[in-house]
T-cell receptor, first 113, second 108 residues
Framework: DGGITQSPKYLFRKEGQNVTLSCEQN?????MYWYRQDPGQGLRLIYY???????QKGDIAEGYSVSREKKESFPLTVTSAQKNPTAFYLC????????????FGSGTQLSVL | EDQVTQSPEALRLQEGESSSLNCSYT??????LFWYRQDPGKGPEFLFT???AGEEKEKERLKATLTKKESFLHITAPKPEDSATYLC?????????FGTGTRLTIIP
């Protein structure tokens, strides 16, 4: 089945630690996105990528980094500089011709130990 | 910058009791309005895209409508499986602004 796979489902971060969230898609979509979801807030865009080896900052990029070495993969690293990392992280993809129709993964819940 | 407001925050309905969810926004112009459904612990699932005032889209018990400043998601004779959080978003290309959602509970 085509879709987006995020892993792990749950992740715990220790103080000062960097952690990486995985996102893989087999939909052959060019564009990929990372969103953060906090209770009582709308989804906020962290980073997005429209083609391989290129990505742009979203509204809340500070403390995060990404790479796009392959079309299928768009991992997100939450660095120690992100002081409030606890949130539900969602990866999404879309076709270039229909960018607002997002296909989401099942999310990763990141918590701080 | 567009602001998107959804109301109510939460809605409890008896099975079969029809109602509407509201999504209002501040910026007019040529950009889409999108509805998603999100189940607990899952990612949102795309439902509808609306672009023009007066436009309507339907899917099973859901119908989305659009005016110049707001959109409604009408739910007709809902079933317990319609329980979810419904998100709306507005924007163009990768610049989407999401609302905080309406958490809908359908009681059998």
């Amino acid at each position: 089945d085509g879709g987006i796979t995020q892993s792990p489902k749950y992740l715990f971060r220790k103080e000062g630690q960097n952690v990486t969230l995985s996102c893989e898609q087999n939909l052959n979509h060019d564009a990929m996105y990372w969103y953060r979801q906090d209770p009582g807030q709308g989804l906020r865009l962290i980073y997005y990528s429209q083609i391989v080896n290129d990505f742009q900052k979203g509204d809340i990029a500070e403390g995060y980094s990404v790479s796009r070495e392959k079309k299928e993969s768009f991992p997100l690293t939450v660095t120690s500089a992100q002081k409030n990392p606890t949130a539900f992280y969602l990866c999404a993809s879309s076709r270039t011709a229909d960018k607002e129709k997002l296909f989401f993964g099942s999310g990763t819940q990141l918590s701080v130990l | 910058e567009d602001q998107v407001t959804q109301s109510p925050e939460a809605l409890r309905l008896q099975e079969g009791e029809s109602s509407s969810l509201n999504c209002s926004y501040t910026v007019s112009g040529l950009r889409g309005l999108f509805w998603y459904r999100q189940d607990p612990g899952k990612g949102p699932e795309f439902l509808f895209t609306l672009y023009s005032a007066g436009e309507e889209k339907e899917k099973e018990r859901l119908k989305a409508t659009l005016t110049k400043k707001e959109s409604f998601l009408h739910i007709t004779a809902p079933k317990p499986e319609d329980s979810a959080t419904y998100l709306c978003a507005r924007g163009i290309r990768e610049k989407l602004t999401f609302g905080t959602g309406t958490r809908l509970t359908i009681i059998p």
